[in-house]
């Protein structure tokens, strides 16, 4: 299905204007006829514009004394399942957390052990090489290459 510029605009409950610009810029794409309409095609203009609702929708106030359905709903085993989910990926987030520790912990015990060495070795007086400075490097010089002016 195909919609004119007027009509996207009625379907979505935006302006002409708006749909407009969507088009200009990109985000909504659409065939320009020879007479400067527009055809749009509707999984196009839903894509980027959500349906506007042609009526109310009614709210339904809760009863002050209702009872609970005796069978869970279909939303309630949603959000079970989303429960069980969540609190699966927090056990393994807690594992990773507690296998980072473990690391940095072994990381640390690796570093006292090796400073241990270091000083050991600093005070038989053996003398660490001491690293050669790198020379630094001279600054470039830019040269305009664009010729002479006359």
Partial sequence: MQFSLSQAAKETG????????AIKSGRLSAQRHEDGTYSIEAAELFRAF???????????????????????????????VRVEMLTTQLEREQE?????????????????RL?????????????????????TPTPRRWFWWGGRKA
């Fill in 14 to 21: 935006k302006g002409k204007s708006s749909i407009h610009r």
């Fill in 50 to 80: 959500p349906p506007a609702l042609t009526e109310p929708v009614p709210v339904q106030a809760p009863e002050p004394h209702q009872e609970p359905p005796a069978t869970s709903s279909v939303a309630e085993e949603v959000l079970r």
């Fill in 96 to 112: 990773t957390v507690a296998d980072l520790r473990a690391r940095l912990d072994a990381e640390a015990a690796e570093r006292r």
């Fill in 115 to 135: 400073t241990a060495l270091l000083t050991y070795q600093e005070q038989k007086s053996e003398p660490l090489p001491t690293p050669t400075p790198t020379p």
